[in-house]
């Protein structure tokens, strides 16, 4: 590619981060997308080495641009111009189900307060 850098907008739309590239440029206009830790535009330009952060579909997702893109290609194609730093979702804690009684059912017995101790391991 002749030119060092190219438009955020066209870049997210590129590498398949976004479907069209009027929701790239949403997205950058929302604040949705952000180059080096700043807010950024759809027209700011973006070069290799560049740390793209984008938080779309209720997720956050960190990149660094390893090669320019300006044309919308295949997925394998479009891996190419990125590296995901993204790092690994903590892991999920597990709780025991919520207790559901029946509405109308009264308090509960003893017996039912005594499971529910032994469930939610109380004294």
């Not at 981060?17 to 080096?36: D, E, F, P, Y």
């Not at 759809?42 to 990149?63: F, K, N, P, T, W």
Request: positive net charge; glycine residues 6%.
């Amino acid at each position: 590619m002749a030119s060092e850098t190219v438009r955020l907008d066209s870049w997210v739309w590129a590498v398949r981060l976004a479907k069209t590239r009027s929701q790239a440029t949403a997205a950058c206009r929302a604040g949705h997308i952000r180059v080096n830790g700043k807010p950024a535009k759809a027209a700011q330009a973006v070069r290799i080495g560049d740390e793209v952060r984008s938080r779309l579909h209720e997720q956050e997702r960190v990149y660094r641009v390893t090669g320019l893109a300006t044309r919308r290609g295949s997925a394998t194609e479009a891996a190419k111009h990125y590296e995901d730093l993204t790092p690994p979702p903590p892991p999920r804690v597990e709780r025991p189900a919520a207790v559901v009684r029946d509405r109308g059912a009264g308090r509960p017995t003893k017996k039912d307060r005594r499971d529910l101790e032994k469930l939610f391991g109380e004294r």
